[in-house]
């Protein structure tokens, strides 16, 4: 839901106008069972004033049936909506919400704090800028409150609030929270997370979430939604340059030939020099193409159409980098590699086995690889690293990935969209794991053709099998 300005009434092309130039935070809630998440996305909604009055009518029904306040309203209801959340009162899939302030526009996902859902929790952050991390003041930091911690400094996520919940219940006690601030920052120094903002507050009550709390005068610090409309968002892929990962090939009429794809990072101008990866085959922008109209200019973040000065050879799933004509080594062209380091989080029952085949897709980028060798995996209760063969549903392991085709890459660190992908089995077409390139392998060498030539085969006959309508050139 929107926030409501005057302009909505008076002039709407300025609202829309404004509205579509707000900045735009994604974050996700994680935390223990019962920690009070859902509570709170749904207290944020209804203390500013982003509820619909069927929607509060609604939900102060069924607090009556299915709540867990005793017939009181029970604002959790706002983002449980599963029939089997709402009978166990607990979150199950990932739930997503969107509303908007003055300033910004937000996209909140909930995500499940029981064990066994640790991969929609996963999912849930791949996304996010922001974490908010609960706490239930009388339990204090639990195993789940380290594990998703550590999920989140997995998945890069630069902004941790660790919101200390349930405060009415321990008569809001200055001691308590501290005593909970200072275990936090004890395990949060190990796994090097900063920009920590912590806060006390009741879901349930409102305390720190929209308005100020009369009862911990105590805390001198921001509201909830204060620090979600004040936190710098993340920055741009500043150490990478122009990335255009190909989706589509347009070719609307015989004079237009047109590359279409949503730039991944960096900023592109029209005449400017530019190489297609891996085939590393150069020419510069002739035109770039949108639905509004043709632009001099487009940056990360935008749907375009790029159209260039030569005919060149490029597919589905290639990359179009800029080069950067004042320097001599264009060191911020992503990698092309076929052997991989990489983090994965298994998301199936079945194990992940060194040697077995997957998919592994990369945006539109598809190839036939295997995991060579786990060199470990991870406690996420202890952050130890272990020695593993294969890993088991939820566990988190470091690997090298070999790959039968080449991938442009850049780290995961560096640029989310160019340095993740996901594993997909190959007979259940199930999306089985998700993963995060750290590099490229040590010992990579890139095969020559006949090297792989057998997965050639292999491939392009599972890819005719189980995606018809595939349009890329997978093996060159």
């Not at 009550?205 to 911990?216: F, I, L, P």
């Not at 004509?325 to 991989?340: F, K, Q, V």
């Not at 890459?409 to 969209?417: A, C, L, V």
Request: proline fraction near 3%; include cysteine; charge should be negative.
């Amino acid at each position: 839901m929107s926030h409501h300005s005057p302009l909505i009434s008076s002039d709407i092309d300025a609202y829309l106008t404004q509205h579509e130039n707000k900045e735009l935070l994604r974050f996700i809630t994680c935390g223990n069972v019962d920690d009070g998440k859902s509570t709170l996305i749904g207290r944020l909604l209804h203390d500013s004033k982003m509820i619909f009055e069927d929607q509060l009518s609604a939900i102060a029904h069924d607090s009556k049936t299915v709540g867990s306040n005793g017939g009181e309203l029970d604002l959790a209801l706002l983002v449980d909506g599963l029939q089997s959340e709402r009978e166990q009162g607990i979150t199950i899939d990932v739930a997503y919400r969107f509303f908007s302030t003055e300033k910004r526009k937000f996209i909140i996902a909930d995500t499940p704090g029981h064990e066994q859902y640790t991969r929609n929790m996963a999912t849930g952050a791949s996304t996010a800028d922001l974490a908010i991390i609960l706490i239930d003041s009388r339990q204090g930091v639990q195993t789940q409150t380290r594990r998703h911690s550590f999920i989140v400094k997995l998945l890069g996520i630069h902004h941790v609030i660790v919101a200390v919940n349930k405060m009415d219940i321990v008569n809001y006690s200055q001691i308590r929270f501290n005593d909970i601030k200072a275990d936090y920052l004890q395990f949060a120094e190990e796994l090097g997370l900063d920009n920590i903002h912590f806060i006390p507050l009741s879901a349930l009550k409102g305390d720190n979430v929209v308005e100020t709390s009369a009862y911990m005068p105590w805390y001198k610090g921001k509201t909830l939604m204060q620090l979600l409309n004040t936190i710098p968002l993340r920055p741009t892929n500043s150490n990478t340059g122009f990335n255009l990962p190909v989706q589509l090939i347009n070719r609307p009429s015989p004079d237009f030939r047109g590359y279409a794809g949503s730039i991944a990072s960096g900023t592109i101008r029209v005449g400017d020099k530019v190489v297609v990866l891996p085939s590393k085959k150069s020419s510069r922008v002739k035109s770039i193409v949108t639905y509004d109209g043709d632009l001099d200019e487009a940056c990360q973040g935008m749907a375009v159409t790029l159209t260039l000065t030569d005919e060149i050879d490029i597919g589905r799933g290639d990359v179009i980098s800029k080069i950067d004509t004042a320097e001599t080594d264009n060191s911020n062209l992503p990698t092309i590699a076929t052997e991989l380091d990489v983090n994965i989080v298994w998301m199936n029952e079945d194990p992940l086995t060194t040697g077995k085949n997957y998919f592994i897709k990369r945006g539109s980028s598809m190839s036939l690889g295997n995991f060579e060798r786990i060199y470990s995996k991870t406690d996420v209760n202890s952050f130890a690293q272990q020695a593993a063969k294969q890993l088991e549903l939820n566990e988190i392991g470091y690997a090298k990935l070999s790959l039968t085709s080449p991938l442009v890459f850049d780290s995961y660190n560096e640029n989310r969209q160019m340095g993740s992908f996901i594993v997909i089995d190959r007979i259940s077409n199930s999306t089985v794991g998700a993963g995060m390139i750290i590099k490229a392998s040590e010992t990579e060498k890139t095969p020559e053709k006949s090297d792989y030539s057998a997965f050639e085969i292999e491939f392009n006959a599972l890819v005719r099998k189980h995606f018809p309508h595939w349009q890329a050139k997978v093996i060159r």
